[in-house]
């Protein structure tokens, strides 16, 4: 077998918009990692950013199942000796909405510059407006 190696201007990258409320944080975050990895595509390259861009509205409403929104931990540090900052899933998405599904799918993507460059793909809003209505979003249903 010969590997392929696709032109990354002759793939056509696709725009998708999610909206998250009610759905399940790990499901959202698994799918939007597939769509960013271009897993789905035919052309697909491990080592290669084909995928396509995807936004999400509604992060802030994203559900957890049993009692992970207290259970759930979120861990930070702040470079100071003891500076470990440690805040559960209700605590975190108070402060920042749309935090823990970002923080979700970058642990499913590729550690390095390629996972860096994956997350730039991805636009994550807490309420129900978003600025990229000029890119004719296609709508995915969970």
């Excluded at 935090?99 to 860096?116: D, H, N, T, V």
Aim: glycine share 8%.
């Amino acid at each position: 077998m010969k590997t392929v190696f696709v032109k990354p201007e002759s793939v056509e990258r696709k725009w998708f918009l999610i909206d998250a409320e009610e759905k399940i944080l790990g499901r959202v975050a698994a799918r939007v990692a597939s769509i960013l990895r271009g897993k789905e595509k035919a052309v697909f390259t491990p080592n290669q950013e084909l995928g396509d861009y995807v936004v999400i509205i509604n992060a802030d409403k994203v559900a957890v199942s049993g009692n992970k929104a207290v259970d759930k931990k979120y861990h930070r540090h702040t470079g100071y000796v003891g500076g470990l900052k440690t805040v559960n899933f209700e605590g975190l998405i108070k402060k920042h909405p749309s935090s823990p599904l970002e923080l979700a799918i970058k642990g499913m993507l590729p550690k390095g510059p390629l996972g860096r460059k994956l997350l730039k793909n991805v636009k994550v809003y807490s309420g129900p407006e978003h600025p990229h209505a000029a890119q004719n979003l296609e709508k995915i249903e969970l």
